[in-house]
């Protein structure tokens, strides 16, 4: 007999009231914090997963997503940040999501609490943060006072401040120099800075061909899409793109716009995007959550939740990640279908799936058309609590392509629909 | 144990045990919990498919929930095995059992 036939056979037989603590999923408070690729898809999908019975509130201090993946073009200005956002409307509309503008000022574990900037207090029993990443700026001597006085910009969350690094590149004379800084890895969107000096590369192709591009990378080669790039670089901006492996920046000079490195002489440039080390999002650390090295936040991959916290869930950028792991868009999203699947079923007294899987896919401009992508599945291995790639899965593209520039943008537009639509 | 296999004892022992002692039901647990189950595996093509396969307009990726099951599951093979070539999916394919893929073509399907 058919499975599931002979499911259906038992379940059309019954006609009793519900068991185990399907009551829970319909009485717990449910917070999500963070709006992000994550966070969005995690309130999302509790409320699918569900059947639209679980109470969700996302606590979002932004009126509107705006996508990190493809911001690169905005700061290479062949797009607009507008081109990137989408609004949380159908969140709330469409799935019944409780969304609340504000920022949450700190945690209480105890109390199962949340304490917002507003004042308000918001109680929970399940808490799934979602917070993305934090520079950590004191890590490099004189990066806070460079931002302060607008010498440096990260632009590694977009929003204005991409547009300002774009604008920054506007404003350079021709001939001027680009320099971008690499922190070990691992940190948010491992093929990022690498994109990024396409993007800068492309425009200065165009507009200031007489400009320079240094990347200065802390680590030992290029992190991700290595021979991609480097052959994009020589082939598409050959004499622009300078790529300087184990630069270690330790210090830099908002006032004279110079870098200093752990080894090698300084450096003077002009416009400076020095990328300092990431850690887990604010929250997540304030609250004692990030116990990996006080940096990332440990989970339990079955269900993202906490090792330090129970009923806390971390997902996204904020986790120690498993190995060949990114911290990506795409990831995030993945992380938080299986940790709403994981707290719909747990809630409703079911064991949850011992078997997940996540998929990443990573795609990065080279030019404004042509791209090339990294991909990967990411099977829980039970033996090893933990994820870990399938042998033969996954790759990188053979070579870039205005196909893949077309497919990359219908990744955008489908995923910020699952993520938000 | 599989975990479909494992659903599977596990259904039947909750039903049969729930039958005899508690009276009461089991049809929602056990059909819900097979569908997060197959609903959850399926999302794994939602970031690039659209949610339920459903994908945006002019989004340039293949409507897969346009697909009936049977064909889905001969894409999903045939790019698993090298027979379609492409550029993600054949590299995403090969990181599913066929058992997955089964179950993914079942729920996302379009339905008859």
């Not at chain 1, 509107?64 to 700061?75: A, D, E, K, T, W």
């Not at chain 1, 709330?92 to 917002?116: E, N, P």
């Not at chain 1, 080279?366 to 039970?382: F, G, K, L, R």
């Not at chain 2, 494992?6 to 929602?28: G, Q």
Request: charged share 20%; proline share 4%; with cysteine.
């Amino acid at each position: 007999m058919d499975r599931r036939y002979f499911l259906g056979t038992l379940g059309a037989l019954a006609a009793y009231p519900s068991i185990g603590n399907a009551t829970n999923l319909n009485k717990a408070e449910i917070v999500v914090v963070g709006g992000g690729y994550g966070g969005a898809t995690a309130a999302k999908y509790l409320r699918l997963f569900s059947n639209n019975t679980a109470k969700v509130t996302l606590i979002e201090p932004n009126a509107q997503f705006i996508s990190c993946p493809l911001s690169n073009l905005v700061v290479g200005g062949s797009r607009s940040i507008g081109d990137l956002t989408s609004s949380y409307a159908n969140l709330k509309t469409r799935h019944g999501v409780k969304v609340i503008k504000d920022y949450v000022a700190s945690i209480d574990r105890d109390k199962k609490t949340l304490k917002l900037s507003s004042g308000t207090t918001v109680k929970f029993d399940k808490l799934i943060l979602s917070p993305g990443v934090s520079m950590m700026t004191d890590k490099i001597e004189g990066l806070a006072s460079a931002n302060q006085m607008g010498a440096t910009i990260q632009a590694w969350k977009a929003g204005t401040d991409t547009v300002a690094l774009h604008q920054q590149l506007a404003a350079m004379t021709d001939g001027g120099v680009f320099a971008i800084s690499i922190p070990l890895a691992p940190y948010r969107c491992p093929p990022g800075p690498y994109e990024r000096a396409c993007q800068v590369a492309s425009y200065f192709k165009k507009y200031k061909p007489k400009s320079k591009i240094l990347v200065l990378d802390a680590n030992q080669d290029i992190v991700s899409k290595a021979a991609l790039f480097k052959k994009a670089w020589a082939e598409e901006y050959p004499g622009m793109i300078e790529y300087r492996p184990q630069f270690n920046v330790t210090e830099v000079d908002g006032k004279t716009k110079t870098i200093k490195f752990e080894v090698q002489e300084d450096i003077k440039a002009d416009v400076l995007n020095i990328l300092p080390p990431m850690r887990a999002g604010d929250i997540a650390v304030n609250a004692g959550i990030a116990n990996a090295n006080g940096r990332w936040a440990e989970v339990n991959f079955l269900n993202f939740e906490s090792t330090s916290a129970k009923d806390i869930h971390v997902l996204g950028d904020s986790i120690q990640i498993a190995p060949l792991m990114p911290k990506s868009g795409h990831m995030a999203n993945s992380h938080a279908k299986v940790a709403a699947a994981a707290i719909v079923a747990e809630l409703n007294g079911w064991d949850i799936n011992p078997a997940p899987v996540l998929t990443n896919t990573c795609y990065s401009f080279i030019d404004s058309q042509q791209v090339v992508h990294v991909a990967s599945v990411h099977q829980y291995n039970a033996a090893e609590k933990t994820f870990k790639t399938v042998a033969g899965s996954g790759g990188l593209s053979k070579e870039p392509s205005i196909l893949e520039g077309v497919y990359a943008w219908g990744w955008a537009k489908n995923i910020w629909a699952d993520t938000l639509g | 144990m599989n975990f479909k296999k494992y659903m599977s004892f596990r259904a039947i022992a909750i039903t049969f045990f729930s039958c005899l002692c508690f009276n009461v039901s089991v049809t929602a647990q056990t059909r819900s919990a097979q569908d997060l189950y197959q609903r959850s595996l399926a999302a794994t093509c939602a970031n690039c498919h659209g949610t339920d396969g459903k994908g945006q307009e002019n989004a340039s990726m293949p409507k897969i929930d346009q697909l009936t099951s049977e064909q889905l599951l001969t894409q999903l093979k045939a790019f698993k095995s090298g027979a379609r070539t492409g550029t993600i999916m054949p590299q995403l394919a090969k990181g599913y059992t066929d058992e997955q893929m089964q179950t993914i073509a079942d729920y996302l399907g379009k339905k008859q």
